[in-house]
């Protein structure tokens, strides 16, 4: 039930992110100088900010830019970490040492750091931050998928398959791949709310979605001069990304007891 | 005096493990004759299953690895092919099913496409007459509602009718030889008989060798025309069934029947073979079978000296020095193609 509600609430979040689209109620980047820091109103239902934008449309907006660099990190490592996971897994050896010494290596760097850092190098926008955090995120799901590997190709199932001849790269990929997917869709569904916190991080410290578009975090960024005068700048977009990323987990693990076939408990 | 099938000579497969290396299969030989069952008789660990992996090149390496040998098929030796060749081999030359019927199958395709994905790979037929060529595979191994079950899961399949399925796939690319690994250990009772039946039948049909693995004597009386009895990586005693059964050479051999209980025999305790299976690593020196074997536990010659296999009757070949007429016989190698049908 709780599962369903996440659900629509994702789903209410996206569909929302569209209706952006055709700037409603308001034009989220055009300034309306006279109705600057207006507290929330029946014209205004979350206030406007210091230009006087409307925060609401600013944050429909920003949903839209959030989820899809939410999707688009997350699709990014998942591809990259099936693939090294798969190679490492299947292969093992030496093969598996080198590549899990890398992903360890990799996993040493302070990734925050080093998306910071090459946000600074490039022209930052909502492309380069999700390519970027992308990048720096899929050793997670390389190792779920290669200890899935390690298992799975014990199996008598894809012993079977190499009897009747197939080769390495289609018993990986049409007879394990399948069967280790499940664990991998869960931690991508909990890794969109990880790549959403990674934005609004980025783009309060001013590294990620450029104004004057608008994002989650650059909004609290914004607001943040005008804490004392006006709430609304901070706890809006705030609430947003916490039931965003809470409606993300709480999915997550719905998904993870729904795939899970030793789970019993109905959702 | 056929060419046979399958010849395997002086077979040796070793593990490399952290304690040593283990020798798994340790020089055997044997041929496998058009349209015949061979089977490998053994306790579990004896080398059985190694062998059968051997023969399709499956051991895992490392810490496996073929030492020394030949697998003839037809001449040729497998263990010269390419990895392509060998491909090519697996499937639809040489077929094989397993133990586990309930594990054999992947759990995220329909048992249909998994039978089409062999045919696919080795006979090139794809689509609509793939299709129609897995459910007649279907049919063929007594499936009842062969269409409506193509597109079945293997769970929703029991174990038994798993089994007619891996059956199904092993046979769809008409291979020459299907390698059975314990294929009804896993079942019970009435449903071993079915597959033993169909195994039976479909080896009439299409002129099919079998290499049968198991330990189950019963299973070996039903199905088997030549045996090799496997004891701590070597065969001990090769023979064509009925003689075997009429009168076993090797005291191995006799200890296994002892174990039987027998048919209208008044018997309160079946005896046991003494003592237990060698460790791989530290086998024992001499004959392997010494400390366990009633009769050679005390003679120096067993217990300093390993048997090698010779042949005691006109093909009919055993590893014991106190074996009846084992003494002066030729130490022919059972794959040299001598081997009587």
Known sequence: MGVMICIFVVGMGYWAAHLAGVHWPCDPTRPDPPSQLLPPSVQHPLGTDDLGRDTFSRILLGAHVSLLIGFVAVGISIVIGVIIGSISGYFGGWVDTIIMRFVDMMMCIPTFFLILTVAAMVRPSIWYVAVVIGLTGWMGASRLVRAEFLTLRETDYVQAARAIGAAAPRIIFRHILPNALPPVFVSAVLGVSGAILAEASLSYLGFGVQPPDPSWGNIIADGRQYILDAWWLIVFPGAAIFVTTLAFYVTGEGLRVALDPKETKQI | ?341
């Not at chain 2, 010849?7 to 004759?33: H, M, P, Q, W």
């Open chain 2, 1 to 341: 005096m056929r060419a046979p099938l399958l010849a395997v000579r002086n077979l040796r497969t070793y593990f490399d493990t952290e304690a040593g290396t283990v020798k798994a299969v340790d020089g055997i030989s044997f041929t496998v004759a058009p349209g015949q069952t061979f089977a490998l008789v053994g306790e579990s660990g004896c080398g059985k299953s190694v062998t059968a992996y051997s023969i399709l090149r499956l051991v895992p390496t490392p810490p496996g690895r073929i030492v020394s040998g030949q697998v003839l098929l037809e001449g040729r030796d497998l263990l010269e092919l390419s990895a392509e060749q060998m491909r090519q081999v697996r499937g639809g030359r040489i077929a094989m099913i397993f133990q586990e019927p309930m594990t054999s199958l992947n759990p995220v395709y329909t048992c249909g496409s998994q039978i089409v994905e062999a045919v696919n790979l080795h006979r090139g037929i794809k689509g609509r007459q793939a299709r129609g060529l897995a459910v007649e595979m279907l049919a063929r191994v007594g499936i009842p509602d062969p269409a409506g079950r193509f597109g079945e899961y293997p769970h929703q399949l029991s174990g038994g009718m798993r089994q007619r399925v891996m059956v199904a796939m092993a046979l769809s690319c008409d291979p020459q030889l299907l390698i059975a690994d314990e294929p009804t250990t896993a079942l019970d009772v009435t449903i071993q008989a079915q597959i033993l039946d169909l195994l039976r039948q479909l080896r009439e049909e299409s002129r099919l060798s079998i290499l049968l693995i198991t330990h189950d004597l019963a299973v070996v009386a039903e199905m088997a025309d030549a045996v090799g009895v496997m004891y701590a990586s070597k065969i001990v005693e090769l023979t064509d069934a009925g003689r075997l059964f009429a009168e076993p050479l090797h005291p191995y051999t006799q200890g296994l029947f002892h174990s039987l209980p027998r048919l209208g025999e008044k018997k309160h305790r079946l005896d046991a073979i003494g003592g237990n299976v060698p460790d791989p690593l530290t086998f024992p020196a001499g004959c392997k079978f010494h400390p366990r074997c009633p009769t050679g536990c005390n003679l120096p010659r067993c217990q300093t000296r390993e048997p090698p296999l010779a042949e005691v009757q006109t093909g009919r070949w055993a590893a014991c020095w106190e074996c009846p007429g084992y003494d002066g016989a030729p130490q022919t190698d059972p794959s040299d193609q001598r081997q009587s049908d």
